[in-house]
């Protein structure tokens, strides 16, 4: 065989080993992962059991809930690392009983291997934690929102639960915070965590879909009837609802960079632009009004917000985002997390929010 005959077959077959090698990591980053099948039909008219909601009892005297928003954790394993020692160091101060997380845990093709490691990180605590989906969790659909859900479940501390199958999106649930076995507060997470076309055109945030707010309000009145009165409660989801635009419009100081500052009689915190919700109201805050249970609403998604605004009588408030990625997209400027304490003794438990800065101009 001739020199240059060699060399053609010598490229011929680098040529085929590559080819291989893409398909591979191609197969490996786009084969679809489903989940295992998942079928609950829920309906206004069927029985309510308050046995099956998922309760934490108050082992003292309050019940601490440390948010982590927006970790967004992706292919950049230094940040990664970086939003880690994050959380690490505020579950060290925090101590909390329930880690709560509102959306976008992951992101981008990285997920359906990051997401091994955020179990085993979260596993690590040995507390109890309870996600919901935002848009980048489900950015990338061969990583199915339902085949997530399996691995959550499967972790020992997990709360999370795929719900009723015939609601918007995967991971709808209700867990009871309990005191000596009596509810004395309910939380509702609730997945609203992708964008949606409308009428207009415009692509945008979905709203809490009809079916959603019905299972609500069968829940609110179930565990009401169950505990002989209205439970307090609070809601987690991705996406601000349509009045967190409304009362920042209308209670936001604008300063010179044109941030909407939160005055103290109606909240604290800041919003560098205008909430991010959908176009549409659907009706869930109204309806959180006339059962008047919910008391608080936390979402995430807009990094750079950390407002919190009392509104006809509902506080709303963002999770400060945790954890410095995605870089360069997160222009925050303090990251952190939110912590949540549920204090007192039965029906009178008061609640208190807190921004704890990690890193950021307020350090």
Same mark, same amino acid.
């Given at each position: 065989?001739?020199?240059? %005959?060699?060399?053609?077959?010598?490229?011929?077959?680098?040529?085929?080993?590559?080819?291989?090698?893409?398909? %591979?990591?191609?197969?490996?980053?786009?084969?679809?992962?489903?989940?295992?099948?998942?079928?609950?039909?829920?309906?206004?008219?069927?029985?309510?059991?308050?046995?099956?909601?998922?309760?934490?009892?108050?082992?003292?005297?309050?019940?601490?809930?440390?948010?982590?928003?927006?970790?967004?954790?992706?292919?950049?394993?230094?940040?990664?690392?970086?939003?880690?020692?994050?959380?690490?160091?505020?579950?060290?101060?925090?101590?909390?009983?329930?880690?709560?997380?509102?959306?976008?845990?992951?992101?981008?093709?990285?997920?359906?291997? &990051?997401?091994?490691?955020?179990?085993?990180?979260?596993?690590?605590?040995?507390?109890?934690?309870?996600?919901?989906?935002?848009?980048?969790?489900?950015?990338?659909?061969?990583?199915?929102?339902?085949?997530?859900?399996?691995?959550?479940?499967?972790?020992?501390? $997990?709360?999370?639960?795929?719900?009723?199958?015939?609601?918007?999106? $995967?991971?709808?649930?209700?867990?009871?915070?309990?005191? #000596?076995?009596?509810?004395?507060?309910?939380?509702?997470?609730?997945? #609203?965590?992708?964008?949606?076309? +409308?009428?207009?055109?415009?692509?945008?945030?979905?709203?809490?879909?009809?079916?959603?707010?019905?299972?609500?309000?069968? #829940?609110?009145?179930?565990?009401?009837?169950?505990?002989?009165?209205?439970?307090? &409660?609070?809601?987690?989801?991705?996406?601000?609802?349509?009045?967190?635009?409304?009362?920042?419009?209308? +209670?936001?100081?604008?300063?010179?960079?044109?941030?909407?500052?939160?005055?103290?009689?109606?909240?604290?915190?800041?919003?560098?632009?205008?909430?991010?919700?959908?176009?549409?109201?659907?009706?869930?805050?109204?309806?959180?009004?006339?059962?008047?249970?919910?008391?608080?609403?936390? $979402?995430?998604?807009?990094?750079?917000?950390?407002?919190?605004?009392?509104?006809?009588?509902?506080?709303?408030? +963002?999770?400060?985002?945790?954890?410095? &990625?995605?870089?360069?997209?997160?222009?925050?400027?303090?990251?952190?997390?939110?912590?949540?304490?549920?204090?007192? %003794?039965?029906?009178?438990? #008061?609640?208190?929010?807190?921004?704890?800065?990690?890193?950021?101009?307020?350090?």
């Amino acid at each position: 065989m001739s020199k240059k %005959a060699k060399i053609i077959k010598g490229v011929k077959a680098a040529a085929a080993v590559l080819a291989a090698a893409v398909i %591979a990591v191609v197969g490996v980053l786009f084969f679809p992962l489903t989940g295992e099948k998942h079928i609950e039909i829920w309906s206004a008219g069927q029985e309510f059991d308050i046995e099956k909601i998922q309760t934490l009892e108050k082992q003292r005297g309050d019940f601490k809930i440390l948010m982590f928003t927006d970790t967004q954790l992706w292919s950049d394993l230094s940040k990664n690392a970086e939003c880690y020692e994050e959380m690490d160091a505020l579950v060290e101060k925090t101590q909390p009983d329930l880690i709560v997380l509102p959306g976008d845990v992951l992101s981008a093709l990285a997920s359906r291997f &990051s997401i091994n490691n955020f179990i085993k990180h979260m596993e690590s605590y040995g507390v109890y934690w309870a996600p919901v989906f935002g848009n980048h969790d489900d950015e990338i659909p061969s990583n199915s929102l339902n085949w997530q859900t399996d691995k959550y479940m499967k972790a020992q501390h $997990c709360l999370m639960q795929k719900g009723p199958s015939n609601l918007y999106g $995967c991971g709808n649930y209700v867990i009871n915070i309990t005191e #000596n076995g009596k509810p004395v507060y309910t939380l509702f997470m609730l997945d #609203n965590g992708r964008y949606t076309e +409308y009428e207009s055109g415009e692509t945008k945030e979905i709203y809490v879909g009809y079916e959603q707010i019905a299972w609500y309000e069968w #829940n609110v009145n179930g565990i009401a009837n169950a505990a002989g009165r209205v439970v307090p &409660s609070m809601t987690f989801s991705h996406f601000a609802q349509p009045q967190f635009r409304q009362a920042v419009e209308e +209670y936001g100081v604008q300063d010179e960079n044109g941030c909407y500052v939160i005055p103290e009689e109606y909240g604290f915190g800041y919003c560098q632009y205008l909430p991010s919700a959908a176009p549409v109201d659907s009706g869930f805050f109204d309806k959180c009004l006339e059962l008047g249970s919910t008391k608080y609403m936390f $979402c995430g998604h807009d990094h750079e917000n950390n407002a919190s605004v009392t509104y006809k009588g509902i506080t709303m408030t +963002y999770g400060l985002k945790t954890g410095p &990625s995605p870089v360069p997209w997160n222009y925050a400027k303090e990251t952190g997390g939110t912590l949540i304490t549920i204090a007192g %003794a039965g029906e009178a438990q #008061n609640v208190s929010i807190e921004h704890i800065v990690m890193n950021g101009e307020n350090r």
